[in-house]
């Protein structure tokens, strides 16, 4: 598909997934005539939710790309390689240990934004010191997945020990969901991404430079060492906000930069990231209209429809010969 025209229709997709989640994304459908100062159901759900799903569309699959890059493998991903795993075992710390102390609930949200943040930095830490030391990609595919495993068990030692109350409202955390966030909520997102998409702006030559390997990188004068650091900081922030918000969203981060170079076969990432957050955005946009719609008078998390989206798209990959 021509590069452009390719992304003008991203961008018309895009429009028509926002229209979609504004308007079907919930218990009732709204109206253009509805829509006023006044109608709560607009601006104090829908609208957030919508935002909601845009800023996370946005960060995910970027989130995603650059882990590809930096791993140069492209079934690695944030969820796939135990970076959500990691912020959603902090998430549970917070959640289920600190609250029945009092402690989460003095400091609010941003306990579960530290607490995400700190535990995708930490795996993304990890999964690169053995990236030093383990050159095939299976293999630290898997060693990922162990981790992501390592992180299950934990967890699911705090949610056996846990207070009824506070694990109800980390199980329905788990699930994925783009409600529940206020303009306050989006502010801090909005804030977040901003800075990790200002960073990467300073490392948009280097990420294609990695994609040539270590060596092509370091001879065009790139320090790869503080170059691997950023692009980790950068996936971690974005990673861990998103997570905090939004829960442990599954294979948008993957799926998306996939589709991307399935469908534009260029070597610049800046378009291919680009692609990505209008995709991305799309999937959770759509997936949120699906989730309140599939089953009549029904909510379904949305890790399950970004699951039954994503997965197929993960799977024609590993089918194929030509993975880059």
């Known amino acids: 598909m021509k590069l452009k025209y390719g992304i003008l229709l991203l961008f018309v997709v895009f429009l028509s997934a926002i229209y979609c989640s504004i308007f079907f994304g919930g218990s009732g459908t709204l109206n253009w005539s509805e829509i006023n100062s006044a109608n709560f159901i607009f601006w104090e759900i829908r609208l ?45 710390i917070s959640l289920l240990a600190a609250q029945s102390i009092g402690f989460g609930l003095f400091f609010g949200k941003s306990v579960l934004i530290v607490s995400a943040l700190a535990g995708s930095f930490a795996v993304t830490l990890l999964l690169l010191a053995i990236s030093s030391r383990v050159r095939n990609n299976v293999v630290l595919l898997l060693i990922g997945l162990m981790i992501s495993q390592i992180c299950a068990a934990l967890l699911g030692t705090l949610e056996y020990y846990a207070e ?36 990467l702006l300073f490392y948009i030559k280097p990420l294609n430079a990695l994609l040539l390997g270590d060596e092509y990188a370091r001879s065009l ?54 692609s990505g957050v209008l995709m991305g955005s799309s999937l959770l946009l759509f997936a949120d209209a699906i989730s309140h719609n599939l089953i009549p008078d029904s909510n379904l998390p949305v890790n399950i429809i970004t699951t039954l989206l994503g997965a197929p798209v993960v799977l024609y990959l590993m089918f194929k010969t030509k993975q880059w």
């Open 48 to 92: 957030p939710k919508t935002l909601t799903a845009v800023l996370a569309g946005f960060a995910l699959p970027t989130a995603g790309l650059l882990l590809q890059v930096l791993f140069r493998n492209p079934l690695a991903g944030p969820y796939a390689l135990g970076i959500s795993s990691g912020a959603s075992l902090m998430v549970a």
């Open 164 to 199: 009824p109350g506070n694990l109800k409202n980390f199980v329905l955390w788990g699930m994925g969901s783009l409600s529940g966030t206020n303009y306050k909520d989006l502010f801090i997102l909005l804030g977040f991404i901003l800075i990790s998409f200002l960073m």
């Open 221 to 274: 004068g790139f320090t790869i060492s503080r170059t691997r650091f950023f692009l980790i900081l950068i996936s971690s922030l974005l990673t861990g906000i998103c997570t905090a918000f939004c829960g442990p969203v599954a294979f948008v981060g993957i799926s998306v930069p996939i589709l991307s170079r399935i469908l534009f076969q260029t070597s610049r990432q800046e378009w291919h990231l680009l």
